[in-house]
C-alpha cells in the first residue's frame, strides 16, 4: 500500500504527468484483493489502474515508463493507464471506458473454464460501472454458464463528482448479485485484512466451481475523480475521509500488536522512497517509442 501510494505521488508531482486516475485511500482494496490471487488468475480493471497493476505484481519501473509514454514501458509507452496490460503478471489489462471491461473479463473466464484450467479471472470495478448494463448482462451470463468470474466492486462514493447515493438505488451495490443467484457481500474496504479475508472466502467458492461471486468493498477517494477534475467536496469533509487512512490504520494495528516498531516502519519506507526513485530515474533515462511503430501491434 506504501508503494502505491508513493508511486502515485512521485507520478502527480511531476509536469508531464498526463491524465491520470489516482487511487490515494483505495490501496487496501487492491492489496486485499491480490493478496487473494494466484499466480495463474487474471485479473481486470476499469481505467483506475495503477494501485491494482502495481498490487498484482506489475514492475514499477515498467509501469513509471509506460505512463510516461516511454519506450521502456510495459506495453511500449502505448497503452498508458487507460489501456495498460501484462497478462504474465496476472494482470490481464484496464479498460478506460466505464464498464468496458466487466464483459470482456467473462470471454476470459470463459476461455479459462473452456481450457479446463484451474484459475479464476476477477473483474475490478468502480461504483460508476454499477448503473451499467454491461455489469447486469455479464452477471446474467456469467449464473448461467457458472464462469470462474469474481465481480470486485471498489465503491469508492462517487462518479467522478456524483454521490452513489444519487446515483444508484440498491441499499448496498454487492445486491445487484441476488436477482441472478450469485452470492454477495459487502465490506470496509478500508481495512486491508477484511478485503483480504473476504476475497479469499469468495474465490475460494469461484475455484470450486460454484459459479461466480460478488464482492463489494466501501472505500474513500482521497483526491479528486482525476488530475484535471475539479474537487467538488468541502474541506471539512475531505478532512473526515482522509482520516480514515488505510495505510496508517494498518500501522496503528501492527504496532499496537508488537508486530511493526519505529526502527522498521522507518526501514520500509526508506526501501519503499528508493524503489520508486529508480522507477522514476528509469523512465526519465527511456527514450520515447519511434514514430515509425505508431502502427505496430494495431490489427
Do not use: Y
Not at 106 to 114: D, H, M, Q, R
Not at 142 to 168: E, G, K
Not at 232 to 248: D, G, W
Not at 270 to 277: M, N
Amino acid at each position: 500500500m506504501m508503494t502505491i501510494r508513493a508511486f502515485e505521488q512521485a507520478l502527480a508531482a511531476r509536469p508531464n504527468h498526463g491524465f491520470q486516475l489516482l487511487s490515494a485511500g483505495e490501496e487496501a482494496v487492491a492489496v486485499g484483493l491480490c493478496s487473494a490471487l494466484r499466480p495463474g488468475d487474471q485479473l481486470l480493471t476499469g481505467g483506475r489502474s495503477i494501485g491494482p497493476a502495481l498490487a498484482r505484481g506489475v514492475e514499477p519501473r515498467l509501469l513509471m515508463a509506460e505512463l510516461l509514454g516511454k519506450a521502456a514501458g510495459v506495453n511500449r509507452g502505448k497503452a498508458g493507464r487507460g489501456h495498460l496490460a501484462d497478462p504474465e503478471s496476472g494482470f490481464f489489462g484496464a479498460h478506460a471506458v466505464v464498464a468496458g471491461n466487466i464483459s470482456v473479463a467473462a470471454g476470459v473466464a470463459l476461455a479459462t473454464k473452456l481450457s479446463g484450467r484451474p484459475d479464476i479471472v476477477c473483474i475490478l470495478f468502480g461504483d460508476g460501472a454499477a448503473g451499467a448494463g454491461a455489469l447486469h448482462e455479464t452477471l446474467n451470463i456469467a449464473a448461467l454458464w457458472r464462469l470462474p468470474l469474481l465481480f470486485v466492486c471498489d465503491n469508492n462514493q462517487f462518479s467522478v463528482s456524483t454521490p452513489r447515493r444519487a446515483a444508484l438505488a440498491p441499499r448496498k451495490l454487492s445486491d445487484l448479485a441476488a436477482p441472478f443467484q450469485i452470492p454477495g457481500r459487502t465490506v470496509d474496504g478500508m481495512d486491508v485484512n477484511v478485503v483480504a479475508q473476504a476475497i479469499e472466502l469468495a474465490a475460494s467458492g469461484v475455484r470450486a466451481g460454484e459459479g461466480p461471486a460478488f464482492v463489494e468493498c466501501e472505500s474513500e477517494r482521497f483526491a479528486a475523480h482525476s488530475s484535471t477534475a475539479r474537487e467538488t467536496r468541502s474541506r471539512e469533509e475531505l478532512k473526515h475521509t482522509r482520516a480514515r487512512c488505510p495505510i496508517l490504520r494498518l500501522i496503528a494495528e501492527l504496532q499496537a500488536t508488537g508486530r511493526l516498531d519505529d526502527t522498521s516502519l522507518r526501514a520500509l519506507e526508506l526501501e519503499v522512497e528508493a524503489e520508486i526513485a529508480g522507477a522514476v530515474a528509469f523512465a526519465e533515462a527511456a527514450p520515447f517509442p519511434d514514430p515509425r511503430e505508431a502502427l505496430a501491434d494495431v490489427d
